[in-house]
């Protein structure tokens, strides 16, 4: 019975150790993030203020647990809710100025101005028109996209939203979130959408 | 009097290898800065090289020339022989340095 | 409605996703073919790497009489007793007791300029990147990694200090955070990723942080540039669109840990030579 005690209160010491240990590694490792930033340009320290989305993801064994996939299913949901469609109605713009967008990288960090022009950084992480070879793998091809898939409003209001939120589709991608986070202006978006989906474009040839 | 330049040079069966690396900016007066000025030209113009006195190396820089220089070349030489690199840029900028051959 | 799937779609698909994987395979290769040229490239001119100027300039301010306290850094003990670089960046980051933490190369120079020559800490944080205090920095830097240059990688964990520092570089790597939701695993986390033409190496697996740990400080050609590992990890952070990351802080220490380790076994390459 002795022993019984004893082990019961080996093991309760060990789970409240073990706590304690995690709650102070957690408390040392925000301290490290709060005290190894500062702000700089258009870059302030709210940017390491994680939303719901990025706490999760930035958890890769709870990912990978039947909890994790419930959370994500979660967070899918949630981001997708957030969602806009365009205002105007307006899903195809210009793809002239879709490829400049998909080709610039700049903006957002603590060198660009309030005023610089975002880009979409596309062809960091996509192919996209096949003449330009430079591109990037950590995304899948857009190559022959509308071509391949065809122009439904369904398709078209699903690409609108992959660009809008990445996340509402897969909690965790890779993928910035351009419209949740106005990276990308409606009229910018409605262009790289034309690059994807306008019969014309050079990437549906 | 310029940054100094690192100068190697090893000789085997009669040939020295000479391989000098220079600290320049090599500027063309073609690019831009941030702001969108002109940067203005600044290259290094000609580079010499000496060996026991006598000048076995020398060649015209340009503004095609890319920053930090690398230069390497061979000629007829000895063990010992003294090494005298030098360069003089655009804006009348010199630097001298010596090595021995080994 | 049900959905039909007629025939005339499926060898239309059979012929589509045959034909990607054709043109992926050219393409592909035509990337591959352009990352070995890079390659070949580096190694021509891995000869002439200008890093070597900065190692040079490196030597004389590690020699030279500097700061209130008029003294050289020859004292200075980066882990295997004063004044003693050679193998000195492979073993590092690690545990120091005169400072009771985990620091990283440039990190115990701040501490090795300060003690020993009296110069502020906090200049040294606050000087503009390759500037003054930062470019005598950058010259020790050269001048120390070039002294393990060939020389395996062998950081240790056995202080439970390193120990932690690893976790918690462990956790920062993967922290999601900015308006593009990046972490440095969102770049730096899987096999055979590239942005652009740029390869990223796996910094989560042994051979891909000991190409990343071991090939900087580098010397980068495309802007004629000597950069330490703190200046590539803070233009990483800046690139993720996170604010500033403070320079020799613990936080750049730990990430440092974290991928020093994974690279143990690994061989350093430093300095490097880059695009």
Excluded at chain 1, 138 to 158: A, D, M
Excluded at chain 2, 37 to 61: M, N, R, Y
Excluded at chain 3, 134 to 151: G, R, W
Aim: aromatic share 10%; glycine share 8%.
């Amino acid at each position: 019975m002795k022993s019984k005690i004893f082990l019961l209160l080996a093991l309760f010491a060990v789970l409240t150790s073990n706590a304690i240990a995690q709650s102070s590694f957690d408390a040392k490792f925000q301290k490290m993030m709060s005290d190894g930033f500062r702000a700089e340009g258009i870059a302030g320290l709210d940017r390491i203020q994680q939303d719901e989305t990025q706490k999760f993801c930035s958890n890769p064994k709870l990912i990978n647990t039947k909890q994790g996939a419930l959370k994500a299913i979660e967070l899918q949901k949630l981001n997708m809710a957030s969602i806009v469609q365009p205002t105007d109605g307006k899903y195809i713009g210009d793809w002239k100025n879709g490829e400049a967008i998909a080709q610039s990288g700049r903006g957002a960090t603590w060198t660009d101005k309030p005023d610089t022009v975002n880009g979409g950084g596309c062809y960091n992480c996509h192919e996209i028109n096949k003449k330009e070879i430079s591109y990037g793998n950590l995304g899948p091809s857009l190559w022959n996209y509308g071509k391949n898939r065809g122009y439904s409003q369904e398709l078209i209001t699903y690409t609108w939203n992959r660009i809008y939120n990445s996340k509402a589709y897969n909690a965790c991608s890779n993928m910035p979130r351009f419209g949740h986070f106005k990276l990308l202006t409606q009229e910018q978006m409605q262009d790289v959408m034309a690059l994807l989906l306008d019969p014309q474009s050079p990437v549906n040839q | 009097m310029g940054d100094p330049m690192r100068i190697r040079a090893a000789e085997s069966n009669g040939i020295v290898d000479v391989k000098i690396l220079m600290k320049h900016d090599m500027e063309s007066g073609q690019r831009k800065d941030s702001a969108g000025k002109l940067i203005p030209a600044w290259f290094i113009s000609t580079v010499s090289v000496k060996a026991q006195g006598k000048e076995v190396f020398v060649a015209d820089f340009g503004s095609a020339v890319s920053k930090d220089p690398f230069l390497n070349f061979k000629y007829k030489g000895s063990k010992g022989d003294k090494l005298v690199v030098s360069w003089v840029d655009t804006k009348g900028d010199k630097r001298s340095d010596e090595a021995t051959v080994s | 409605m049900k959905q039909r799937f007629p025939k005339a779609s499926m060898r239309k698909t059979f012929r589509f996703v045959l034909g990607l994987i054709i043109i992926g395979g050219v393409s592909a290769a035509y990337a591959q073919s352009t990352a070995d040229e890079i390659a070949k490239y580096r190694q021509m001119i891995a000869d002439g790497n200008p890093s070597e100027l900065y190692e040079d300039a490196g030597a004389e301010v590690w020699k030279k009489p500097a700061g209130p306290k008029n003294a050289s850094l020859e004292k200075c003990n980066l882990g295997l007793g004063p004044g003693v670089i050679q193998g000195a960046a492979a073993q590092l980051p690690k545990y120091f007791p005169d400072t009771n933490r985990v620091q990283d190369l440039e990190s115990r120079l701040i501490t090795c300029m300060s003690t020993l020559q009296g110069i502020s800490a906090q200049e040294i944080i606050d000087a503009p990147i390759q500037k003054g205090l930062k470019k005598d920095m950058d010259a020790l830097v050269a001048y120390v990694v070039t002294a393990s240059k060939d020389q395996k990688i062998k950081v240790s964990v056995r202080h439970p200090k390193e120990k932690e520092a690893y976790e918690l570089g462990k956790r920062a790597f993967y922290y999601e955070g900015g308006p593009m939701d990046f972490s440095c695993a969102t770049c730096h986390g899987s096999d055979g990723k590239r942005i652009r033409l740029q390869d990223l190496p796996n910094l989560t697996t042994q051979a891909g942080a000991a190409a990343g740990w071991g090939s900087w400080p580098a010397y980068r050609v495309s802007s004629g540039q000597f950069w330490t590992m703190g200046l590539r990890l803070n233009d990483c952070y800046r690139q993720q669109r996170f604010p500033y990351p403070i320079y020799g802080s613990e936080l750049l220490t730990a990430i440092s840990m974290y991928m020093a380790v994974n690279a143990n076994g690994g061989t350093m390459q430093t300095p490097g030579l880059k695009r």
